[in-house]
């Protein structure tokens, strides 16, 4: 995967097995159109930095951020 501009390697029984309802299961089930770049990734334009965070929530199923950084929890949730 290339989430904005950063390349990811995803197991589809991560994705699949978090959210069911997730940005990430409609793309695999054919609900959302996939993006591809140049090298043949599926493209996500999202924030790419942010996205190790949201691997890391899909992985520990916990929040993980610190409640005292409310701006970067906010964030990464909107990645979700």
Excluded: A, Q
Excluded at 44 to 49: L, M, V
Excluded at 50 to 58: A, E, G, I, N, Q
């Amino acid at each position: 995967m290339n989430i904005g501009g950063k390349k990811f390697t995803l197991s589809k029984r991560l994705i699949t097995d978090s959210f069911k309802d997730s940005y990430f299961n409609k793309l695999l089930e054919g609900k959302v159109p996939i993006v591809k770049d140049k090298g043949d990734s599926c493209f996500i334009d999202r924030n790419g930095e942010l996205f190790p965070y949201v691997v890391d929530f899909l992985y520990n199923k916990r929040n993980f951020i610190k409640k005292e950084n409310p701006e970067l929890r906010k964030r990464i949730f909107k990645e979700l």
